[in-house]
């Protein structure tokens, strides 16, 4: 529904506003429980390969990248589910700059049942605490997303203006215009 029920500019909102946060969903499919590593083209890099500074902010954004990348990677999920949880979080309808937030709010719910059902019906082999069910976890851990991306706008903010000179691909001065 995605292409059909939402307007061309509300596309677009959707995509440039959940990007970065698709991007550390599908970093989680990287990521190697054993090793507490990424993988990064052939190698497996460990947290610490992506600090290049000393920065407070750099350094939670990496932590807070990877910490969410590894809890993602503990559910197992599957690919069904990974793509169902992403279009849960890629269609949030308080996303800045929306026009038709109801319609996005209703597939939105459209997308959440499916993945409730999908957990259901195949449920991934991760024990959870008390009465709290494989989705309560994943849909909390949104607000956890929200702050990464938050830290991402904020650590690009400072790299920036430390570097005034440095010109960024034109894609990225689209998806991220700080």
Request: glycine content about 4%.
């Amino acid at each position: 529904g995605f292409m059909t029920r939402f307007n061309q500019e509300d596309q677009i909102v959707l995509l440039k506003r959940g990007a970065f946060e698709l991007a550390v969903i599908r970093m989680s499919r990287y990521y190697d429980l054993s090793q507490n590593a990424v993988l990064f083209g052939d190698f497996m890099l460990p947290m610490e390969a992506f600090m290049t500074t000393r920065d407070t902010t750099e350094m939670k954004l990496v932590s807070q990248i990877f910490d969410f990348a590894r809890a993602l990677a503990e559910f197992r999920l599957s690919d069904e589910q990974l793509a169902l949880y992403s279009g849960y979080i890629l269609l949030q309808d308080d996303r800045q700059g929306l026009r038709n937030a109801s319609e996005v709010r209703q597939l939105n719910q459209a997308v959440l049942a499916a993945l409730h059902r999908e957990l259901t019906n195949n449920p991934p082999h991760v024990p959870t605490k008390g009465d709290v069910s494989i989705l309560q976890l994943l849909t909390n851990r949104r607000l956890a997303l929200r702050e990464i991306s938050f830290l991402h706008t904020e650590a690009l903010v400072k790299f920036k203006s430390s570097s005034p000179g440095l010109e960024f691909p034109a894609l990225h001065r689209e998806l991220f215009p700080t």
